[in-house]
């Protein structure tokens, strides 16, 4: 019976490239000129916390990170921002979780998403993916469709098509 499987996956590596690339521009750019703001990109966790000195230095550092990002395919939909805390010295934190696979949520609003759709298709949630099979290569087709316009959470790639 075809098949494929509905993943969220990040490319880490390139999470790191990014973190890099984005401390690499704060160093040399002139508003961050005797500044403590810095990034660090923990990648047992999947987080990347950002320190800074104010609310400005913070949000010019994620849009520089977030534009970094963009540039190398990392769907910024797969980043989960957490509330600013305040840091020794004066300074703001910030948490950014990185999302690694579907979780339960999402799962169900594929599912429910692909059962909407009337397709003559089966879902499955299999940890953190979601199997999608039907007797219908066009069925799986047109469920592919349906999934890439659809207004999800999170970032879908299909992988694994099987006949």
Do not use: C, H
């Amino acid at each position: 019976m075809p098949s494929f499987d509905v993943v969220s996956q990040v490319e880490l590596q390139e999470v790191d490239n990014a973190v890099n690339q984005t401390v690499k521009e704060i160093s040399q750019r002139y508003d961050f000129k005797n500044s403590k703001t810095t990034l660090e990109w923990r990648a047992k966790e999947k987080e990347i916390i950002l320190v800074a000195d104010d609310d400005y230095k913070l949000s010019a550092a994620t849009d520089i990170l977030q534009s970094k990002m963009v540039k190398r395919q990392i769907p910024l939909k797969n980043m989960k921002y957490e509330t600013i805390e305040q840091a020794s010295g004066g300074q703001v934190r910030q948490v950014i979780k990185v999302q690694q696979g579907l979780d339960k949520e999402a799962a169900k609003q594929i599912a429910e998403v692909i059962k909407q759709s009337k397709l003559k298709v089966q879902a499955q949630i299999m940890e953190d993916q979601v199997r999608v099979s039907s007797k219908s290569i066009d069925d799986l087709q047109a469920t592919i469709r349906t999934l890439k316009s659809a207004p999800l959470n999170v970032d879908v790639q299909f992988v694994n098509m099987r006949n």
